[in-house]
């Protein structure tokens, strides 16, 4: 096992105007599981492949533990990846896939057995040795992935978007069987993907880019409650946070004739063009007269345990769409005008221009 850092690493693919990824500068920590998010083309799997060796790097370093690896072959860094689409050969058996790598590195087959015997165990793949990929389901394939990784004993797992290909309840039993796995390993992991729940559900600390750019890396709760930027604040949470454009002064953003109180520590000092963002359960809905932003309904969502209301206002500087979290079975109905307004604790606030936050 081993720490991760990339060194001002960079990588331009030719006929470009920018780099794929651009002076990544980032420090993973010896049994860490992080995740890299963003969205299509944002360079998080181009990051994970120059970790792999699998991409150029054309300026900065990438280095494992103490060691630089820019310029050595993959199959020397000591690394095993899992792909997306499993890369499974067809005609061998869930224990021939295993154990090829091992086999290709010369390790006896009493010691190859023993490992892959063990990487089952772990998986729940221990009656399905026998079989070929054809006759398992897309989880066990996958999980037969995991296990070629986990038997040659690597000091970096790099996985690449590989619950893609599950369906969504498959995707929740497998995401969750992976961290227990990590988490038991504690080996080093690059996880990459672009569904932000499965980055806050898994991942010790996440790393989130855009347009090759490094935007912010924190733990899950860390990016969730204090969003470096607009991009980050409105990447991250499921439903998104909503963004309002606003003017600041006096403690106080207006929104339209609807002013927002702002945290007593900082919301003094701002003013001018901003934007505050609002988390849908920061919301709580008031009366009429209570002087709340206020929203018609378009949709009701309801999820049994709560409930979201989606609807538009009419006041300038508001989103095309305003969600709100609602209590299960709220009253709230298609057509109807509620009104909300939120706790001064849990606004946002961005400046405008350049989208960094300012609260």
């Known amino acids: 096992m081993a720490t991760v850092t990339f060194e001002k690493a960079q990588r331009w693919y030719p006929g470009t105007d920018a780099p794929a990824v651009s002076g990544m500068d980032l420090e993973i ?7 890299l998010v963003g969205p299509s083309g944002c360079g998080k799997s181009t990051t994970l492949r120059m970790l792999a060796g699998l991409e150029e790097v054309d300026e900065g370093r990438v280095l494992i533990g103490d060691r630089d690896v820019t310029r050595v072959p993959p199959k020397d860094r000591d690394i095993a990846m899992v792909f997306q689409n499993y890369a499974l050969y067809p005609h061998m058996t869930v224990a021939e896939n295993m154990g090829f790598a091992l086999k290709m590195g010369k390790v006896s087959a009493a010691e190859r057995r023993r490992r892959v015997e063990d990487a089952a165990k772990l998986l729940g793949l221990t009656d ?10 897309g989880g066990q394939r996958q ?3 995991m296990g070629r990784a986990i038997v040659r004993n690597p000091q970096v797992f790099c996985m690449d978007e590989p619950l893609s290909n599950l369906d969504a309840k498959m995707r929740v039993q497998t995401r969750t069987d992976i961290a227990r796995l990590q988490a038991d390993l504690g080996v080093t992991t690059v996880y990459v993907t672009h569904d932000q729940i499965e980055a806050m559900t898994m991942g010790d600390r996440v790393a989130v880019m855009e347009a090759g750019v490094l935007q912010q890396v924190d733990t899950p709760l860390g990016l969730y409650d204090k969003p470096a930027n607009l991009f980050v604040a409105g990447f991250i949470g499921s439903p998104q946070m ?12 207006s929104v339209g004739g609807y002013d927002v109180p702002l945290s007593p520590a900082s919301g003094r000092s701002i003013s001018g063009e901003v934007v505050i963002g609002v988390r849908p359960e920061a919301w709580r809905v008031v009366g ?3 002087g709340g932003l206020p929203v018609k309904v378009t949709v009701v969502e309801e ?3 709560d409930g979201y209301v989606y609807g538009t206002s009419d006041v300038s500087g508001t989103p095309a769409t305003v969600v709100v979290r609602v209590p299960a079975r709220s009253s709230a109905g298609k057509g109807e005008v509620v009104h909300v307004n939120a706790d001064p604790a849990h606004v946002h606030v961005f400046d405008k221009v350049t989208g960094q936050r300012l609260t």
């Open 29 to 35: 920590q010896d049994g860490e599981f992080m995740v």
């Open 128 to 137: 399905y040795l026998g079989r070929k990929p054809k006759a398992l389901s």
């Open 143 to 145: 999980r037969v992935a």
């Open 242 to 253: 909503n963004l309002i454009e606003a003017k600041a002064a006096n403690g106080v953003a």
């Open 288 to 290: 009429p007269d209570d």
């Open 303 to 305: 999820l049994g345990s």
